[in-house]
């Protein structure tokens, strides 16, 4: 218990930092470059998973010796991208559905990817435990 709670704390300082990037990346595009908001979101997505992949299976996970490097890479992409949809879902459903201001539903939708994130990449890019 105590090494997922262990996990768990760098998986989310990796996230806030990440969260950070994405964050940071959206708001200006959309705010200093007039973007589209659901294409800022994308685009900062985007940059903060190769972040995230770095860093997640360097500090966070354990790899997996079974897998190569580039078939680890392609499944956390892939992982990614069901996350940037139900990024992008969220975003849309909270700013144009409901109304809510987009930098406060980033924050909604950034909170149920990392849950997404971290149980994906435990339970597809981990190396088991025996």
Known sequence: MKKLIDQIMRFGIVGVLAFF???GVMVALTELFGV???????????????FNYVCSM??????????????????FVL?????????EVMMWLGV????????????????VVMVWNFVSRKIWLEK???
Request: contains cysteine; hydrophobic residues 50%; aromatic residues 16%.
């Open 58 to 75: 360097k500090f966070v996970f354990t790899r997996r010796e079974d897998i190569s490097r580039a078939r680890e890479f392609v499944t």
């Open 128 to 130: 088991k435990e025996r």
């Open 21 to 23: 990037i994405d964050y």
């Open 96 to 111: 144009s559905v409901l109304g809510i201001f987009y930098m406060v539903t980033k924050i909604f939708a950034t909170a």
């Open 79 to 87: 992982l990614s991208i069901i996350g940037l949809m139900i990024n």
């Open 36 to 50: 589209y908001y659901l294409l800022s979101a994308c685009i900062s997505f985007t940059v903060s998973v190769i």
